[in-house]
C-alpha cells in the first residue's frame, strides 16, 4: 500500500513520526504551519486556540465556509485528519495564559509561536525560554502586506527563529501567500531542527 510520505525526503519520516511539534494560535500562521507539519509527517501536534472561524479569515487561513462558527482548534483538527489520519492530535480551545503554557507544552520537542499580538509573543517566548531553554521556539515576526518576498527572512539567536521581514505590522492588511511563505517558513525550521535533532540523538 502506498504512503502519503513515500515522496518525503529520504531519512526524514521516521524522525519526524515521533516528534511532537507545539502550536500557539492557530490563525493565518498556526493553521498553515499546522498543515504544511502534518503533510510531511510530524506524528503529533498540540494546538491551541480560543477563537472561532469568521469568514474574514477564509483569505488566509486554512479553514472553510463550513467551518465558519466551529472551535478552530477542532475544525483544523478535522482537516489535519483528513491528510493523515494517524496524527496524533491534543486540542486545546482555550484562550492561552503564561500559567498555562508551561503545563500544555511540556510534551513539545519544539514550539511554534502563531499569535497576532505582539504582546502575546512576547509573554510566550519569555515563558518558554524560562520553562525549557534547550527547546526551540519558532516564532512570526513581520508578514503583512504583499510582495517584498526578499525581505522574508529567517533570523536566530540561540533556541528563538523568527521568521518574517520583522518590519511590518497588522495595518497593512493581510495576503494569503504572505501569510503562507512566513507558515511554511516556521514549518520548515521546525523540520530541520526536529530531523537534526534526531541525528544527534543517534551520536
Not at 138 to 160: F, N, R, W
Request: some cysteine; proline content about 2%.
Amino acid at each position: 500500500m502506498d504512503s502519503i510520505f513515500d515522496r518525503n525526503v529520504p531519512g526524514t519520516t521516521e524522525k519526524l513520526a515521533v516528534a511532537t511539534v507545539g502550536i500557539a494560535g492557530c490563525g493565518g500562521l498556526g493553521s498553515n504551519a499546522a498543515v504544511a507539519l502534518t503533510r510531511a509527517g510530524v506524528g503529533r501536534l498540540i494546538l491551541v486556540d480560543h477563537d472561532r472561524v469568521e469568514s474574514s479569515n477564509l483569505n488566509r487561513q486554512h479553514y472553510f465556509q463550513s467551518d465558519i462558527g466551529k472551535a478552530k482548534v477542532e475544525a483544523l483538527g478535522r482537516h489535519l485528519k483528513a491528510i493523515n489520519p494517524a496524527i496524533a492530535l491534543e486540542l486545546h480551545d482555550i484562550e492561552l495564559k503564561p500559567d498555562e503554557a508551561e503545563k500544555i507544552f511540556a510534551g513539545a520537542d519544539i514550539l511554534i509561536e502563531a499569535f497576532d499580538r505582539a504582546e502575546n509573543k512576547r509573554w510566550l517566548i519569555e515563558t518558554w525560554c524560562k520553562a525549557f531553554p534547550e527547546r526551540h521556539i519558532v516564532c512570526g515576526s513581520g508578514l503583512s502586506g504583499c510582495g517584498a518576498t526578499d525581505k522574508l527572512k529567517i533570523h536566530s539567536a540561540g533556541y528563538i527563529h523568527f521568521c518574517g521581514d520583522e518590519e511590518t505590522d497588522m495595518s497593512l492588511g493581510l495576503c494569503a501567500a504572505r501569510v503562507g511563505i512566513v507558515a511554511n517558513m516556521q514549518a520548515n525550521v521546525a523540520i530541520e531542527i526536529l530531523t537534526i535533532a534526531a541525528d544527534a540523538k543517534k551520536d
